[in-house]
Structures are given as C-alpha cells and as structure tokens.
C-alpha cells in the first residue's frame, strides 16, 4: 500500500520529536503549503466535501448584509470603515451581502473590503467571485486597519486548529498525535502525556468530572481578541456563525471527507478536520467588545425575515427550483438541520446597539 506523502512527512516528525499536540496535526493538514487540504482544493459545495449556508441560499447572506447595514446605521454610519470576511470560502456570502446593501445609502462608498484568507486556491476563486468589488487580502488577523470594523465569519473558527486534554484527578493529560505501528501500514493514533496542573484550563475543574475531555483553541482565542479590540476601540460589530455551545464539553473533533465522517488520521489532508466552537472563549477573549446572547442561526434569521424573503423568492420559482428553494429554506432554519445546531454569536462596542437581530444577555458571564 503507497502511503500518502504527508503522512510520511508527519510519521518522521513525530519520530525526531516525539508526539505532537492535536493542534499541529490540524495546522499540517488543513495549510501544508504544498498538500494540505484547504492550499490544494476548494472543498465546498454538493461535489466537494461539506456544503456551508451561504452555499445553500442567496437568503443568508442578503439577510446578514441588511443585518450589518443596519447596525452601521444604528452605529451612526461610521466613514471609512473595513468590512472584513474572515475564512470566505468561495466569497459567496460576501457577494450575497454586497447585492443586498448595494441600495444602502453610503455604505459601498463607505467599505474597504478585507478578506482573511490563508488558501491561495480560495482565494483565487474569491478574487472572480468579487472581482467588482477590488477586496484587499491578508492572513492576519492583526493586519485589520484601525478603523471600525464590521467583521463577520462563517464556518472558520471551527477550521482552527485545537488542543484537547483528559481530566485526571486536579491536572490534565493532552491528547496528543503519536505513530501507530500496531497495523499492517505505519499510521496515526491518540496517545495521553503525563497529567499536568494547566492554570488555563483552571475554570473547567469545575464543570467537568475525572476522565472528561475538554477542548481549547488559542488560534480561535487570539483572533476573536484582535476582533474585540478593534471593535471596543474603533467601533463596529462582529457576528459569527459556527456550529458549537456556549461552552465546549467533550470530544468534538471530526473529519469529513465526501460529505461523510471518517477517520482524522486517515490520508492526512485529504479531509476537512474541524471541532466544535467555544463560544464563551471566543465572548471571553474578545472583552472589552460586549457579546450578545448565543442565539440559534434558525431564531436569528427568523426575526431578520426570512420567511417573508423566501415567499417573495419562491413567486419567481417553480417546479424543482421552488422545491429546492423551500428545502433550502428548511435546510438553514430548521431545528432538525442546521438551525439549532448553528449558533450566531455578536460582539459589539460596550454602550452601542446591539446588532439587528440580537438581543444583549442579562449576563454576559455567570
Ligand atoms: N465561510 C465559507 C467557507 C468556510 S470553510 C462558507 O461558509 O462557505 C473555512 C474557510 O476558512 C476557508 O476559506 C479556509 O481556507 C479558511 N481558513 C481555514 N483556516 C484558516 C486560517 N488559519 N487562516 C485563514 N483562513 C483560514
């Protein structure tokens, strides 16, 4: 059996320097500059390996635009500032949101359009898909202009790579990515190091027993803290879509290949590996921004309106158009799909409106 080159490359690192954490052996497989899965291919849609929401309906992304366009509004329409996708994908959720607000007084004239995009293969599509437009690129975070910004993500914090630890008594033992040698190829498996106290992990003695896996991403911690400053200083708003909880609880980490799950150590970088998001760490790393309530993706768009937009849609369809429309609108909403699963989370500056559609919480924290 031929073994996948990355493979080889990741079994001789491990053998110079011991196991890795679960962290590196997502960052080799999802950005190796030469094989990893998002440099080398565009992975979505029905023939790809997932399929997103704003690659199911035009709605999300017109609804989401109306949503920012307001908050700018509410926000006293601030002048320039950067509206900023972060892991875009195809760039069709932008280019839904540019359509919708096209009419939005003042609002294009006042956008510089920024896309985070760490694949040159996505961002080659990108670059058609928003041609008319002139998006600026970067893969830092950190490079976002001073300026108020208005930030929105969809499906990219889940892409960044986590850690995942084992309670064991007060400490905790790291899931880490060792060689397997006990099949009839080399391969990859879990291992657990040593126990150790981790002060960052200190919180989650509390809601967690012996033996109970928890997970942490840094990467997502650090952009959603770059994001927060910006808006608490400059102003702005953020909204971010991804599938998790308020706080994350147990073994989330998966791997997709062909729209079906599979093994993460199977063909290093052929296959999307994600976890769950921790929202609470993202609410809690983004202060001094203010997060809102976590909110369902369904409740969400259903107060933006998007049953009135897919009956006004739907007059224009018929036959298998109009029952794809009505799947699609079932598909984004539904509690069985992916309207519960999906969360949306706001940030904004402390003392501003919250965004359209939100509702600020109680308590931010407990
Ligand atoms: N938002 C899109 C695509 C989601 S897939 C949609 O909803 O359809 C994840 C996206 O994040 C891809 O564009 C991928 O290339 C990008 N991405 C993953 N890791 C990244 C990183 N570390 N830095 C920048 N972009 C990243």
């Known amino acids: 059996m031929t073994q996948a080159p990355l493979l080889d490359r990741i079994l001789q690192r491990i053998n110079l320097q011991g196991p890795m954490p679960l962290s590196d052996y997502m960052q080799i497989c999802m950005l190796d500059p030469a094989q990893g899965y998002y440099t080398t291919r565009d992975p979505l849609g029905t023939k790809g390996d997932f399929i997103t929401a704003p690659e199911i309906s035009q709605m999300f992304g017109e609804l989401i635009g109306l949503a920012l366009a307001q908050t700018w509004m509410d926000h006293g329409s601030p ?15 932008m280019a839904d949101i540019l359509r919708a607000t096209r009419g939005v007084p003042g609002f294009h004239d006042a956008m510089r359009l920024v896309l985070i995009e760490a694949s040159p293969t996505l961002r080659r599509i990108q670059g058609d898909t928003l041609a008319d437009y002139t998006p600026a690129w970067t893969d830092r975070i950190e490079d976002l202009p001073k300026r108020p910004l208005f930030f929105v993500a969809n499906e990219f914090f889940d892409a ?21 040698d006990t099949g009839l190829a080399p391969g990859l498996t879990f291992a657990l190091m040593t126990p150790t106290p981790l002060p960052e992990l200190a919180h989650r003695l ?10 942490w991403s840094a990467p997502a911690q650090s952009v959603a803290a770059t994001v927060g400053q910006r808006i608490a200083t400059h102003g702005g708003a953020a909204l971010i879509f991804d599938y998790g ?16 799950p599979v093994s993460p150590f199977e063909a290093p970088g052929s296959a999307d590996l994600t976890a769950h998001v921790d929202f609470e760490a993202l609410a809690r790393a983004a202060a001094p921004a ?25 007059k224009r369809l018929t036959g ?34 919250p965004v359209a559609g939100m509702t600020d919480p109680e308590r931010p924290f407990s």
């Not at 509390?206 to 997970?215: H, K, L, M, Q, S």
């Open 79 to 93: 002048a320039p500032f950067t509206l900023a996708e972060a892991g875009p994908g195809r760039g069709t959720l």
């Open 160 to 180: 960044l790579p986590i850690r995942q630890a084992q309670r064991m008594g007060d400490g905790w033992a790291e899931r880490v990515v060792t060689a397997d």
């Open 206 to 215: 509390d809601d967690t027993a012996d033996g109970d896996v928890i997970e």
């Open 245 to 260: 909880d308020w706080r994350s609880q147990g073994d989330t980490f998966q791997a997709l290949r062909d729209h079906q």
């Open 290 to 314: 203010v997060p809102s309530l976590l909110t369902p993706q369904g409740v969400f768009l259903e107060r933006l309106g998007i049953t009135a937009r897919a009956q006004a849609l739907a």
């Open 320 to 353: 298998s158009a109009l029952d794809a429309h009505i799947a699609a609108h079932r598909r984004l909403t539904h509690p069985q799909e992916m309207g519960t699963l999906f969360k949306v989370l706001a940030l904004t500056a402390p003392g501003r409106p």
